[in-house]
């Protein structure tokens, strides 16, 4: 009703003015600075208040955050939490889903909640965090304390919630603290390696603040999107079949039941400022419920909004997950989760059905959250099932790889040359500056700076820069292509192997110190390129690669110009201009205009490919790039896959040059 008259009306259970329409959700949603954040999480009441002062973060999860501290806090995790970078915990995950059904297996019957929907994302989200997977239990337990009377499945009186909370905090900085020393697969070690690597700012007490949300709002929201799921499947069990046909069509379902009744149903904003939306006028003060359920099925942007429909085409996305810098952060952890959840289940109890009549199923009060009371199943139990096997071992670029420190040589009063071995001992002291015998952990090895063939090569090193095109130049020397380099740097006695490369190239080696010769003109290196299978490789600082890009693009070459950098460069966009993009499985060539999204593009032509955020901060839409060069504007890709050019975030990334071909 709410959608047909429009308006914003107040709505007494959420003290606030509900906005129903898709649009208007949207909107707001990606105006984070009209529509604050800051009531989606209240403060802790007194007297916890008191009682959690310096151990437990007040407002303890970034949902509640507004900018600058969001986009610096979220930064540290947003990286973890792309799709392809969460798929190696799939062995894992199945592993522990099946040794939940092995409990149940044979009894033919089950609720499900409480059997395999509440304790396999405890444990999958403590895991992933960093924490001990048997100790799921007592963590949702501790967690319990911020679910209030919805917490029907841990006793306790008050106080004994809050020790328990108390002590899961504290049990959290002492795996912090060993994580710090002794880094592992997990949210924790990645967040500590994004510190060391200055990518965010944050304290030890601000760091700790992300993982116990994270952890209650992982747990609580998979559970209830498994069983309201499956309970709309199980009703018709052609439904049913017709999802569980393969992974594909698991993970199509699943964004269908996220559209059509999702775990959360809306979150509140606080307007900031007087404005208007959806034609009412808004001030500063006043709440808004942005109801993302309703959203989701506004028949003016969803065709038959009141039927599943697991064919559908997604031109645009659910608001299942929210979007913009709050869309959830564990949105492809839960769909990894919930299509795995479904295979597993599917496999392991035959002749799964609704073990009571679909009406008589029991929601939770509707709040900002929904979910079920339980979910009584039954099924056909098969005798002698097997048991899946254990979870492989990660893939050795992902493995820590013990090497001892053999030489060290002074190359120049900066640089330093290293010899490594490797180390068959797994032992790793605390560090500190290499000295001989010295023993370090390596990972890799990882390449994101590929030498192409081709018939001329131009090296440009900028002082340390020279490290990754010594390799190069040895495999252009083996395989007699004709080749260059341009060793620019201050002084000639700060140029590492200068002497060496001279010695042994001789004039194909032009050595350029700045302190005698000025600047080198880089507009003219260019004449020195073919226009046809050549290419420049460039590794410096940033002033020389950035000056490097923009000759590039004033002689129209910048497709020969590969470069590698030792930090981010500096977030600077072109102006939107329109560019072509091919689907290169379809053979479809589509125009994107200076207004519209890569993402937008490619879904009205039916790529159907998902998206989350929307603003390139969850990684949901990335798309692999087979020609062409993207202009990255998310903040998910590292500094390596940016330079890689391999993938891109269709939601806000652009093209450098005149045209992508992508892998669709």
Not at 135 to 149: D, H, I, K, N, Y
Not at 346 to 357: D, K, N, Q, S, T
Not at 461 to 477: F, K, N, Q, V, Y
Request: charged fraction near 25%.
């Amino acid at each position: 009703m709410t959608r047909a008259e429009g308006g914003l009306p107040y709505a007494e259970p959420f003290e606030a003015r509900v906005v129903s329409r898709y649009d208007d959700i949207v909107q707001a949603l990606h105006d984070p600075q009209t529509y604050s954040s800051a009531p989606t999480v209240p403060e802790m009441p007194a007297p916890w208040r008191e009682r959690f002062a310096g151990r437990v973060p007040s407002r303890g999860t970034l949902l509640g955050l507004d900018n600058p501290d969001h986009d610096r806090l979220r930064a540290a995790v947003n990286t973890f939490f792309m799709p392809r970078r969460l798929a190696r915990y799939e062995p894992w995950i199945r592993d522990q889903a099946h040794r939940l059904i092995d409990a149940f297996a044979g009894e033919g019957h089950t609720d499900l909640k409480t059997s395999f929907a509440l304790p396999l994302p405890l444990k999958v989200i403590s895991h992933v965090v960093g924490l001990d997977a048997d100790r799921s239990e007592w963590v949702g337990a501790a967690l319990g304390f911020f679910l209030g009377p919805r917490d029907i499945h841990h006793s306790g009186k008050p106080e004994e919630k809050a020790q328990r909370l108390l002590d899961l905090h504290d049990y959290v900085l002492d795996v912090m603290a060993e994580r710090k020393a002794d880094r592992r697969d997990d949210l924790i070690s990645h967040v500590w390696n994004e510190r060391d690597a200055g990518t965010v700012e944050m304290t030890d007490f601000e760091m700790l603040s992300l993982f116990p949300g994270l952890m209650l709002a992982g747990h609580e929201t998979s559970s209830n999107l498994i069983c309201m799921g499956l309970s709309h499947l199980l009703v018709d069990p052609a439904r049913y079949a017709a999802a569980q046909r393969d992974d594909n069509s698991r993970a199509a379902a699943l964004e269908e039941l996220f559209r059509y009744e999702s775990a959360i149903t809306g979150m509140k904003r606080l307007v900031t400022r007087d404005t208007t939306l959806a034609g009412a006028r808004l001030r500063a003060g006043e709440h808004v419920f942005l109801a993302y359920a309703s959203g989701s099925r506004d028949a003016g942007t969803f065709a038959r909004p009141g039927q599943l429909d697991l064919d559908r085409a997604w031109t645009v996305p659910h608001l299942g997950f929210g979007q913009g810098v709050h869309a959830c952060l564990g949105a492809p952890l839960a769909r990894l989760l919930l299509r795995i959840e479904l295979s597993v289940l599917h496999e392991r109890l035959p002749g799964l059905r609704l073990a009571v009549p679909y009406d008589q199923l029991q929601h939770t009060v509707v709040s900002e959250g929904r979910g079920m009371v339980a979910l009584p199943l039954a099924w056909t139990p098969a005798p002698g099932t097997a048991r899946r096997s254990a979870p492989a071992a990660a893939p050795a670029s992902t493995r820590a790889i013990p090497v001892t420190v053999t030489s060290r040589r002074t190359l120049t009063p900066d640089v330093i040359e290293l010899t490594l071995a490797v180390d068959e001992d797994a032992g790793v002291p605390a560090w500190d500056p290499v000295r001989v015998g010295g023993r370090l952990r390596v990972r890799g090895p990882r390449n994101h700076f590929r030498l192409r063939p081709a018939k001329s090569l131009v090296f440009v090193a900028g002082g340390i820069g020279i490290t990754p095109l010594l390799p190069m130049i040895s495999e252009a020397e083996r395989c007699g292509t004709d080749w260059h380099l341009l060793y620019l740097g201050r002084s000639r006695d700060r140029m590492a192997y200068v002497d060496e490369l001279s010695r042994w190239h001789g004039s194909a080696i032009e050595v350029w110190p700045s302190r005698d010769r000025g600047r080198f003109p880089l507009d003219e290196l260019w004449q020195r390129v073919p226009r046809h299978d050549a290419y420049v490789y460039a590794c410096g600082p940033e002033a020389l690669l950035s000056g490097l890009e923009d000759s590039a693009r004033r002689a129209s070459r910048e497709e020969q110009l590969v470069v590698e950098r030792f930090a981010a460069r500096p977030a600077a966009y072109e102006p939107n201009r329109p560019f072509e993009v091919v689907l290169a499985r379809r053979g479809d060539a589509l125009a994107v205009g200076e207004d519209d999204s890569v993402l937008d593009v490619i879904n009205r032509a039916g790529a159907n490919v998902l998206s989350t955020c929307r603003e390139g901060t969850c990684g949901t839409c990335e798309v692999r790039v087979l020609d062409g060069i993207p202009e990255h504007r998310d903040s998910v890709l590292s500094l390596e896959e940016r330079l890689a050019n391999e993938t891109m975030m269709t939601c806000v990334s652009r093209c450098r040059g005149h045209r992508l071909v992508l892998d669709l």
